[in-house]
């Protein structure tokens, strides 16, 4: 988990400085995922992948009772890496075989809407030029979800 937050610090550290004075609620992706991600935890019942697309993540997100789509980063072969995954509760579902997972559980209207506004699969971790406002003005009211644990900022990392 350490290694996770210090690789996403070093990340954003260097968009932190352009936005401390203009306002924005976060820096960069990483900074997002860093002030609102929650920590996820795979265990023996978790099917993990050698890679998961963030639609395959949705799709099963729908077909778990219960289920949430979770966007973030995972640290994998030494680094921090974009990814997908279905979660419940605090526990990664379906998702890339990780160390360590922190993201944000999305809400699927949000998804959806985003998906279709964008073209893209991936609803953070696309970069596309359309999320700027997120990083801005933070995510919408309804777009987070409940699920995991409190990240690296809500403990005070």
Known sequence: MEELTAALTGLEAPFRTLVDDSEWAH???????????????ANARTRLQP??????????????QGGVYVEGYVWTDGGPVAAAWCGQGEVVVYGPRAHAYLGVPLSPHFCRRTQQRNGTAAVL??????????LRDGLPR????????????????
């Open 125 to 134: 971790m696309s970069k596309h030029p359309k999320l700027l406002p997120l």
């Open 142 to 157: 309804g777009a987070v979800l409940p699920g995991g644990k409190p990240g690296p900022r809500s403990l005070g990392a």
């Open 51 to 64: 890679q998961v697309t963030f639609s395959d993540a949705f799709s099963e997100a729908a077909r778990h």
């Open 27 to 41: 820096a960069s992706m990483e900074g997002l995922v860093l002030d609102i991600g929650t920590w996820w935890t």
